[in-house]
């Protein structure tokens, strides 16, 4: 791939004020490596979104965030490094993950699922979040006591999101949220994503296939072939990239 | 957004869906229900209302005691997918542990059986710590044969400490040896109490994993382990927790049932044949499925022992077992288990 506008990614380090930043991370399922050294990182406030063909390692890199596969390399959140943390660990310093698939806890209600998600918080307000995320998404609170598993897919779709920002989270972790979904309902969620962003000021990483829609709310993004970050920039460079607009925009 | 018609459409159909399986499990269980109406008249018609009542409440007996011991084995399965064969055995070790409080050390029986749920709550923490916690909990056969080793452990350790002669066991009830009278039926107070302090004990548990914070981890965790993880819950923890509820449970029904059984270490091992059929037949990630199945089995192993000559006292136990075979082939799921449907 050519980089024209997008600059080819070595970074050595990343600005200080990095919510997440990420160097050298390798991961592996058993003996197979899936990362070869990755490098990015997410400032406090950014949209960045991951690009890539299926099998690049987009998954991965999540998962490897959140410590669900085997990792080497740095991982810092927040100022600590969490490299060889547990999931549970992770999740509790304030990284909240929807995972491809959504992973709603098809047996609990959709009003238990977000009381799950605020399991970490020790607040009186969780109450009056669960009441937000039925403002947000109406649909939810018509299904509050159904069972999170004979939800619609965008409807589960909208849980896991709202499940995920009910323990307040540093950082969101979106692993193809569009997947499976209409493009209308997909529309709306990224709109929701883009709202919740500039309203609380929520740090998001989102991989995604869709790129047209996911580089519309970005900030910036990074490119993955083959379990390596080959390119970065900005969200409209990376539009502009010929190389990117062949591959992932196809145009 | 306009997809919102389309949606609700897709969504009220999938209603209609459910809707029809209800009907069809309604008209199944109706089904059942007037078999056994006919069965029960018939049995009145050849022996009499007061033995046919008789036999109903001495199921229930046996019933609500198995009714405790399959929610334990549902509690640890829905935390660990595992079955626990030591369920039984861990319940043997904590009515042993309430005879030495209440007999050895003079607590006040109610007491004892209390403590002794501590006791084993505590133990079985333990047991979960050093001897499952160490396994991938995706392993479950590593699990099963860790359940297994624990089982024959358990049950030597029994009999080395306490030896293998039959001990009466207290009751921790008032009006000991009376009884009253329905339907021509004689009820012993001992037995019409152990049934409500089951009834209580089901509830109690219920409670606890619907209204408290830990129950909540404990849903979490037997629905979705990755997910639970995301969401920053401690799944050691919340499965120690599984762990430690079921033995507290299986001690319950232990020390319930020892003083009309006598306890030594094998006491429990009938008893448990029992609870995994009724845990099998309620579907054995069904908590309520397990209370009433374990009634159920009471009822079938008096009724099948009572009215069929050659199943008589002896045969009763392989009915357990021909329940077990007969869920498995024609329902597996139970009769109120959860069948697993991925949605994409």
Known sequence: ???TDGQAVHESSAPADSLLSVSGLRASYGQIEALHGVDFHVRRGEIVVVLGANGAGKTTTLRAVCQMVSTKGSIVF????ITGKSTTDVARRGVAHVPQGRGTLADLSVDDNLLAGAYTRKDREVRADV???????????????????????????MLAVARALMSRPKMLLLDEPSLGLAPIIVQGLFQRFDDMNKADGTTMLIVEQNANLALDIADRAYVLEAGETVLTGTADDLRHDEGVRKAYLGY | MSAAGNLNEQVSGGYSLLDRIGKKRLRNIAIIVAVLVVLSIIAIANDGSELFFQ????????????????????????????????QGDMAMFGTFICYVYAVNMGIPVGFAILLGMATSALGAAVIERTLIRPFDPRNHLAITIVTLGLLLVL???????????????????PN???????????????????????????LLVSLLLNKTKIGLAFRSVSSNLESSELVGIHVGRTLQFGWALAAAVGTL????IANTTF???????????????????????????????????????????????????????????????????????????????ERV
């Open chain 2, 55 to 86: 036999r109903v409440f001495d199921g229930l007996n046996n019933g609500f005691i198995y009714s405790a011991m399959a929610l334990a084995l549902v509690l640890i399965y829905k935390a660990t997918g595992v079955v626990n064969f030591a």
């Open chain 2, 155 to 173: 049950n030597s350790m029994a009999g080395v400490i306490w030896g293998y002669d039959p001990r009466a066991f207290p009751t921790p009830f």
């Open chain 2, 253 to 256: 029904a232990g020390s319930l």
């Open chain 2, 176 to 202: 000991r040896n009376k009884s009253f009278h329905l339907f021509g039926a004689q009820i012993d107070y001992t037995k019409l109490y152990t049934w409500i302090t089951i009834l209580v004990a089901v």
């Open chain 1, 131 to 157: 009441d937000k995320w039925f403002t947000v998404f109406p649909r939810l609170r018509e299904r509050r006591a159904q069972l999170a598993g004979s939800l619609s897919g965008g409807e589960q779709q």
């Open chain 1, 1 to 3: 791939m050519t980089a």
């Open chain 2, 263 to 341: 306890l030594d270490p094998n006491f429990m091992s009938r008893v448990l044949i029992y609870s995994f059929a009724a845990a099998t037949l309620g579907g054995l990630d069904s908590l309520g499925g397990a209370v009433i199945a374990g009634i159920i089995i009471g009822e079938v192993e008096t009724m099948s022992g009572g009215y069929i000559a050659f199943i008589g006292g002896t045969l009763a136990p392989t009915t357990a077992l021909v329940v077990i075979v007969v869920v498995l082939l024609i329902r597996p799921s139970g009769l109120f288990g959860s069948k697993r449907v």
């Open chain 1, 78 to 81: 927040d100022g600590q490094s």
